[in-house]
């Protein structure tokens, strides 16, 4: 299998270590599997990392420099000293780490790619560009014509590496279907491959949105790929006492013991997000929020668990509850100070949906009448969270407009 991958795919996971992302970096270490980018999603995965290290860096630089504003005891001061190059050189070692492994290949820059961005961009050919016909404000017909070579570039690359070293078996893993689709490609079902566009369509690619719809489309495949004895032993005969541990209470106790504190906080960046409008209609004219450092985690359910390639991923959803202090703009303050005013504290409900890692230990022993889970992972490092944040709503909220009904 010959796994060719858009930047995207790399979305708050450089290094491929979340979720399901980890089981397709496992599944490369396989002879028979290699996961392809070019140098210019590399590129772009180090651009925004580079770009997310810098912003959290001055988030946490913004934050000291208020705290110490309120200190006055010199050994109370704080200081925060980040080498961004040196942060950054872990992005290089640990792509080296995973070229050295097998893993992964960076396909360099090929000159004959040239000819054909070339070509793309002489004729105006689609998918990468595309002309549109609208009219200006005096009522004129005027052509815009967007051009995405960046995204040509990374297609054609993979095109002649694919004709150059005879490569069957191949795979694109990209959402972006709005340049390398067809009409209906954003539409098609989840778990399954989308149909490219017809002017790059062929044979020696099959499309996929994310890396979970690629695993699950071929679950066959991958599971004969990764699976020895151990494996088949916990997917097919021990499965059910598995799940059935899992959906009993297991699932819930590894997420409170282990996960909570991170679980919270991603409730809490996701909140700190948030305009006082968002916290309710009510909070319409301006100011800001202040989520709570503090959250409970609730209404834990257990949704999937499988097996891939040495590890069990377990899917759960759940809810996390959290106050949310909310300041609003003083159209009367007469200095800084006063400019905000607090006018509420409401409870958001944010709802997550979490997904972990446990790993196979190949050198445990497999009994069917005696198998417990817990007994199992007892010294394994369980790991790997992936958190999705999927809806958020208000679940105390006082009116600040309520209608009063007066007696006479």
Request: aromatic share 12%; charged share 30%; glycine share 2%.
């Amino acid at each position: 299998m010959n796994i060719f991958l858009d930047s995207n795919a790399f979305y708050k996971d450089p290094f491929l270590i979340k979720g399901k992302n980890r089981i397709l970096l496992s599944l490369a270490k396989h002879d028979d599997v290699k996961i392809y980018i070019n140098d210019t999603v590399y590129e772009e995965i180090f651009r925004a990392h580079k770009n997310l290290l810098e912003k959290e860096i001055n988030i946490i630089s913004e934050s000291f420099a208020k705290i110490n504003t309120f200190l006055e005891i010199a050994m109370q001061k704080f200081e925060i000293d980040v080498d961004l190059d040196v942060v950054l050189q872990v992005f290089s070692s640990r792509f080296v780490e995973i070229q050295d492994a097998e893993q992964m290949e960076i396909i360099p820059y090929d000159g004959d790619v040239l000819k054909y961005i070339v070509e793309i961009d002489m004729y105006e050919k689609a998918p990468f560009i595309t002309k549109t016909e609208m009219k200006n404000n005096k009522d004129q017909k005027i052509t815009i014509t967007k051009k995405e070579i960046r995204d040509a570039i990374i297609w054609c690359s993979y095109q002649v590496y694919i004709k150059k070293n005879n490569l069957d078996d191949c795979y694109f893993i990209s959402n972006n279907t709005r340049e390398f689709g067809d009409d209906e490609a954003k539409k098609s079902p989840v778990e399954q491959p989308y149909n490219l566009h017809p002017k790059i369509s062929n044979n020696n690619l099959i499309a996929y949105k994310t890396v979970h719809d690629f695993l699950v489309h071929n679950d066959e495949k991958v599971k004969d790929l990764f699976y020895e004895l151990h494996s088949i032993e916990l997917s097919e005969k021990l499965f059910d006492k598995l799940y059935e541990e899992l959906n009993e209470g297991l699932a819930e106790e590894l997420v409170t013991k282990l996960f909570t504190e991170e679980i919270i906080s991603e409730a809490q960046q996701h909140l700190s997000d948030f305009q006082t409008n968002d916290i309710h209609d009510d909070y319409y004219m301006g100011g800001y929020v202040s989520p709570s450092m503090y959250g409970q985690v609730n209404n834990i359910q257990l949704i999937e668990v499988d097996i891939y390639g040495g590890n069990i991923t377990v899917a759960v959803d759940l809810e996390v509850e959290m106050d949310v202090e909310v300041y609003l703009y003083n159209p009367a303050h007469d200095d800084r100070n006063d400019k905000f005013y607090h006018a509420a504290t409401d409870t958001m409900e944010v709802q997550e949906s979490v997904i972990f890692l446990i790993p196979i230990n190949v050198d445990n022993e497999l009994d069917e009448d005696t198998f417990s889970l817990k007994e199992y992972i007892k010294g394994t490092e369980v790991g790997n969270l992936n958190v999705d944040i999927i809806a958020t709503k208000n679940i105390d909220h006082t009116d600040m407009f309520r209608e009063y009904e007066y007696e006479y």
